[in-house]
């Protein structure tokens, strides 16, 4: 009697939790959903004391490096088409189109902004998540912190906190993904955006959750538009912030999302690239880092894809160092580039800024005559000048490491070899880590960049930009950032 008893007690029981958690008075957990909750947990709770110093440093450096790579990109293909779009439809004056003055509703002006700030692929890279990640972190802070009033304290926090939910997401994403043709600065940076937007505009828990899940709904992206070299590449990013401004939007006005978003058979593992069992488990999602995912940002030198990073520098070196000229160079060889983001021949194209982006030959070419690979050097304008560049870049042979013979640097460097026409031959080889890593450029040197682009813009005289690096630097200390916008984003 007393079994049936307890089996009768225990069958009540559940059909209470069953009721509460129909309610809303329960939220029952699944290996499925636990994941949602934990970067929920993080974007709602974590407190400013538990980030560290090195963090905020990283976030200023981010914020300040796509404010430069915004002002350079301001002008470039596709963007003022965008823009001007934008502009016209109008709306609810939310939040500023930088440099324009101009408001328009938050998740059409963090689209704008976020494209602006990825036209000249200048911005960062965060390698765990394989993003670019500031150029959904910085548009989505700044312009829904402008949205909220925000302070400056509250955006770094933000920009910490986005960083590291992408960080947590994208590292078991590119650990178990079966293939690369998603594109990970949409899919997984969209899960960053969210959560700055959610943090920023005070959302619970249970309301972050869903966010989570709205935004996934959404959730797009590949590599096509690059593979193609066509202009869309650089407002796919835009899509990532426009979608979780909209999905916090939506989350604080109650509508709910679906939790089960990681894990699940319709989650993001099983949807964008694995499908073979095991999963990963819950606990790979947890805190990887002694520090913050943000400490490890790695920002660019070149206004290019970053797997040419290394044959560009050694380009520039080489030249530098020898006093090469195009008229002294009787062949180039680029060893270990064959990846289809860069190594591709150099050819005529309806759009060839976007295509000196992604090709290895022309980057090279343009790095040896000019020394550098700045936003200018990729103009439209520029391409068509430099006829002698673009000569040489047809003429830059693409090999495999095993064409070099005995003796090739190693496995997985990268290696410009030139022959002069006096008979001397230079080699560079990198690794892709060796331009890559998080102590490549430090504060300084992004303030050397973002002064550059700045100058290279014309969009902001050489006082305003010490104002604005000065300003950065006590970033925390802003009591409204719409005061900084109105002084540094919109307009001349």
């Known amino acids: 009697m007393e079994k049936y008893t307890l089996k009768y007690f225990s069958l009540i029981f559940q059909m209470v939790i069953i009721l509460l958690s129909l309610s809303g008075h329960v939220s029952a957990q699944t290996e499925e959903d636990i994941v949602t909750r934990m970067m929920a947990e993080l974007t709602v709770n974590t407190k400013s004391s538990e980030i560290s110093d090195y963090a905020y440093q990283k976030a200023k450096m981010s914020l300040l490096d796509i404010l430069g790579t915004s002002m350079a990109g301001f002008e470039s293909s596709g963007i003022t088409e965008i823009k001007n ?55 989505a802070a700044l312009t829904v912190g402008e949205m909220t009033g925000a302070t400056g304290k509250e955006v770094l926090d933000a920009l910490v906190i986005g960083v590291e939910v992408a960080g947590r997401v994208g590292r078991p994403f590119n650990k178990y993904k079966k293939h690369g043709n998603f594109l990970p600065t949409s899919v997984i940076g969209g899960f960053g955006a969210t ?76 949807i964008y690239g694995y499908t073979d069992a095991p999963l990963p488990k819950v606990s790979e999602f947890e805190k990887q880092l002694d520090g913050w995912e943000i400490e490890m940002l790695c920002f660019k030198k070149y206004a290019c894809c970053g797997a040419s990073h290394t044959v560009v520098e050694g380009a520039i070196e080489i030249a530098k160092e020898n006093d090469l000229k195009l008229a002294d160079v009787e062949s180039v060889e680029l060893f270990g580039v064959s990846d289809p983001f ?26 040896i005559k000019n020394r550098k690979l700045g936003p200018e050097e990729i103009t439209n304008r520029r391409i068509a000048e430099d006829q002698d560049v673009s000569q040489l870049a047809k003429k830059i042979q693409l090999k495999e490491p095993a064409e070099w013979g005995p003796g090739y640097p190693g496995k ?81």
């Open 85 to 139: 779009q934008i502009l016209d439809w109008g709306g609810k004056p939310e939040a500023t189109v930088w440099f324009t003055g101009q408001k328009v509703p938050s998740p059409m002006a963090g689209f704008v902004n976020s494209a602006i700030s990825h036209a000249m692929d200048l911005d960062d890279w965060h390698q765990a998540s394989q993003t670019h990640i500031s150029s959904v972190t910085v548009p």
């Open 342 to 367: 860069t190594g591709i021949p150099w050819k005529e194209s309806e759009n060839p800024h976007v295509l000196a982006q992604f090709c290895a030959p022309y980057e090279v070419a343009s790095a």
């Open 195 to 270: 959560a700055i937007v959610c943090r920023l505009m005070g959302l619970s828990v249970e309301q972050t959750v869903n966010a989570f899940g709205l935004y996934y709904s959404q959730a797009s992206g590949n590599r096509q538009a690059l593979f193609d070299r066509t202009l869309t590449k650089r407002i796919q990013p835009g899509w990532a912030v426009k979608a979780g401004i909209l999905a916090a939007v939506f989350a604080k006005q109650g509508i709910t999302g679906p939790a089960q978003i990681i894990l699940s058979d319709a989650g993001l593992l099983r």
């Open 412 to 492: 997985g460097y990268k290696t410009i070899r030139i022959k002069t026409k006096d008979g001397r031959t230079f080699f560079k080889s990198y690794l892709q880590s060796d331009l890559f890593n998080p102590d490549e450029l430090n504060m300084d040197d992004i303030i050397v960049k973002m002064k550059s682009n700045a100058a290279y813009s014309g969009l902001c005289s050489p006082e305003k930009a010490e104002t604005l690096v000065s300003t950065v630097k006590d970033f925390e200390s802003i009591g409204n950032v719409r005061d900084f916008v109105v002084k540094y984003l919109a307009g001349k």
